[in-house]
């Protein structure tokens, strides 16, 4: 719900989506309050007398104002929101604010220091989801002398009740691996030094209150929206205050500044909420109002890579696609392979024109069947890498990301193309831009395979992760700019760049390059928490992982890919008739509530059994949900316990009916399954989401899929 902005001399109110944030404006602006909506506050000034701390024993004689960019010349210790310096001179400026400009709930705020000769501008919103993001520019007044910006990273308060921090890491197929800590005094800092998000980044760093869970607890989390270096912290100071924020991190020289040159900080995205169900809303919301967000129901996918890799021939290619329209697929995507030289991965990266030995009449014959059997056609790039072994290596080794003398650490036999070179930038423009014109792509995968290591520009000897990370953006605006719907998906090693500020120009996400069922439960689970499931791609692997090994019924390896945007990545040639069946069947209930599935409000369920996920989507006008009960491994108890299906419109009544109604183990003497499994009841919202139902036992790694349909009601029906 949205209200009016309450304004009390310089003392602001902004409400959005059920959260309030409280400003004082007479400074830097200063939040006394980020949290729970305080309804309409008639006398500001009392709000912020009545949250004013005396002075103590052994601090400065005034209080220190913390500001959304902490400064140390008014007495900030802590980390600071603004650190550089003028050739070691002007490294504590004194800010003063010049003008406040409010408009609904978005704030703009200028300030200066006229004896550091140095211009800050503060743009703080509100949105109408509820999210807060504030970012700030810095800009150099001197006429004469250039300015080095070490660091600026807005910092928003947590109160002191928020006394445990959930925070992430992982590695390449384990990405979003969560780890709880308290919150103590001190700085937790994660910083990310790959040149890309990262595959151990954090995403987001949480705070909240002890035991804090999908439904339980005040939760507070912020993202930092950018792709390449960056560092997110939690600090807290002796004197209780709780900051969290980030910002780019910047590596030596990346924010030198001549006269007049201004340097901004990448958004950061603050979300709250009871709960974190509610925190993750907020970011879904915010993808879902965007007028970029994917607006069309979302293809089913066959990617190529784990059916052939880089085994190319077009009769086989053919027999894929035939095989997936068989069971429903709407967009096919060819992966790496198809360029010159490419072979293998050790060579061709940059030599992005089909090659003719495999291909001697070109990429179009596929693309004409794919179309003719009715699906879109995508293709596989990798524009921000080059290999050693390559023409363009070897005609202009000059391109390559290094510190001048030598070349840094091949990964995957890869090195780094410099996108902010112009000549490189503009050859890797045209030729994917003249792909997609030739062959009417619909669909680009784009890949970045491995991290930057020394990735200083050649042509400087400079660090060059904010450039790169800046001509990648302007890259993937141009290309869709040139061809209006064409969509992208950010895969890097998998899901090592996931952050607002990808998304912002792409159309969703490879979480993950292990399609094991077991593990992308965990995974999409905490990718999830910031990644709406229309964006995140989910597929169904082959029977037996190629990461892990394990093997899984294709009723589970669908059911996880069911609640994402649904794809394949599995030689369906090679599968049984009974396969392509059932995966067939399971396309269809996938495409029956697609609109569920990526419009809805995604819920999860604080579970006491670290066995059993209970995971949903609820529709908007609570008329509808789909429930997973996922049996991760054995449970504690035998059999397990109820399971409650939240989120539903407490006041109505519900059926419950089993999609796809899978065989159930049957136990005891009378080979018995849950009762109600052959008839299920009718109950209200508020039955299901307070006590709900019992779960059905079930062998380890399965999963049931439920689907609660509200019912007409009489009076006598209400609960």
Request: charged share 25%; aromatic share 8%; with cysteine.
């Amino acid at each position: 719900m949205t209200h009016p902005t309450k304004v009390s001399e310089q003392l602001l109110h902004l409400r959005h989506g059920g959260v309030s944030v409280l400003l004082d404006t007479s400074g830097l602006p200063r939040i006394l309050h980020w949290g729970h909506d305080l309804g309409d506050v008639d006398d500001l000034a009392a709000v912020a007398f009545a949250l004013t701390p005396q002075v103590v024993s052994s601090v400065l004689d005034d209080l220190v104002p913390v500001s959304v960019l902490p400064e140390q010349s008014l007495g900030w210790l802590g980390t600071p929101g603004l650190s550089g310096h003028r050739q070691g001179r002007d490294f504590s400026p004194l800010l003063t604010v010049t003008s406040v400009r409010q408009a609904g709930a978005a704030l703009h705020v200028e300030a200066r220091d006229d004896v550091a000769e140095m211009g800050l501008v503060v743009e703080l919103e509100l949105l109408p989801s509820g999210l807060l993001r504030i970012r700030a520019t810095v800009t150099n007044l001197s006429a004469t002398e250039p300015y080095t910006v070490d660091s600026l990273m807005p910092l928003l308060p947590v109160p002191t009740r928020a006394r445990e921090i959930l925070d992430f890491t992982g590695r390449h197929m384990r990405e979003r691996s969560p780890q709880r800590h308290e919150f103590t005094l001190g700085t937790h800092v994660r910083e990310g030094r790959r040149g890309r998000t990262g595959a151990d980044a954090t995403v987001l760093m949480l705070a909240g209150t002890p035991g804090f869970d999908w439904e339980s607890g005040e939760v507070w989390g912020v993202h930092v929206a950018w792709s390449g270096n960056h560092r997110t912290l939690a600090e807290r100071v002796n004197s209780g205050e709780g900051l969290m924020g980030g910002g780019e991190l910047l590596l030596p020289g990346e924010g030198h500044l001549e006269p007049g040159e201004s340097y901004t900080s990448p958004w950061l995205y603050g979300s709250h909420g009871n709960g974190l169900n509610e925190l993750s809303a907020r970011f879904h919301d915010y993808f879902r109002s965007r007028p970029q967000h994917p607006s069309s129901d979302r293809p089913v996918v066959m990617n190529s890579w784990e059916a052939v890799y880089f085994d190319h021939r077009l009769d086989r290619l053919k027999a894929l696609v035939d095989a997936g329209a068989e069971v429903g697929v709407e967009r096919f995507v060819l992966d790496d392979g198809w360029f010159l030289g490419r072979r293998d991965d050790s060579a061709g990266l940059g030599d992005w024109y089909v090659d003719p030995a495999v291909w001697p009449n070109g990429l179009a014959p596929l693309a004409e069947h794919v179309r003719s059997r009715g699906m879109q056609f995508g293709l596989w790039f990798e524009p921000e890498m080059v290999n050693p072994d390559s023409n363009l290596a070897r005609e202009h080794p000059d391109w390559i990301l290094s510190t001048g003398d030598r070349l840094p650490p091949e990964a995957r036999f890869q090195q780094v193309l410099d996108l902010a070179e112009p000549d490189a930038y503009s050859y890797i423009l045209d030729r994917i831009s003249s792909l997609v014109a030739d062959l009417g792509i619909d669909y680009i995968k784009w890949d970045h395979n491995r991290d930057l290591v020394e990735p200083g520009r050649t042509s400087t000897g400079r660090a060059g992760v904010h450039d790169q990370t800046a001509a990648l953006y302007r890259l993937i605006d141009e290309l869709k700019e040139r061809h209006p719907g064409l969509e992208i998906e950010s895969c890097s090693s998998g899901g090592a760049r996931v952050d607002l500020g990808i998304l912002e120009r792409t159309d969703r996400i490879w979480a993950s390059d292990c399609i094991d069922a077991l593990e992308r439960q965990q995974i999409e689970r905490w990718t999830g928490l910031l990644v709406p499931p229309e964006m995140m791609g989910s597929h169904v692997s082959s029977p037996r992982s190629h990461t892990t090994a394990r093997t899984h019924d294709l009723s589970f390896r669908s059911a996880t890919a069911f609640f994402g945007h649904f794809g394949i990545e599995w030689d369906l040639v090679s599968a049984t008739a009974a396969e392509r069946a059932e995966l067939a069947e399971w396309i269809a209930l996938h495409k029956r509530f697609r609109g569920l599935l990526h419009h809805g409000r995604v819920v999860r369920t604080d579970s006491p059994d670290p066995a059993l996920d209970v995971h949903g989507v609820v529709a908007g006008d609570q008329s509808e949900a789909l429930y997973a009960i996922v049996a991760l491994g054995t449970s504690v108890w035998s059999p397990p316990g109820p399971v409650r299906l939240p989120g539903l419109d407490p006041q109505a009544r519900y059926r419950l009916e089993t999609l796809p109604a899978p065989e159930l183990p049957r136990f005891g003497p009378k080979r018995s399954t849950v009762p109600w499994w052959d008839s299920p009841p009718q109950l209200s919202g508020r039955v299901l989401g307070v006590i709900g139902i019992q779960a059905p036992a079930q062998f380890p790694e399965h999963s049931v899929i439920i689907h609660a349909v509200r019912v007409p009601t009489t009076e006598g029906d209400r609960a």
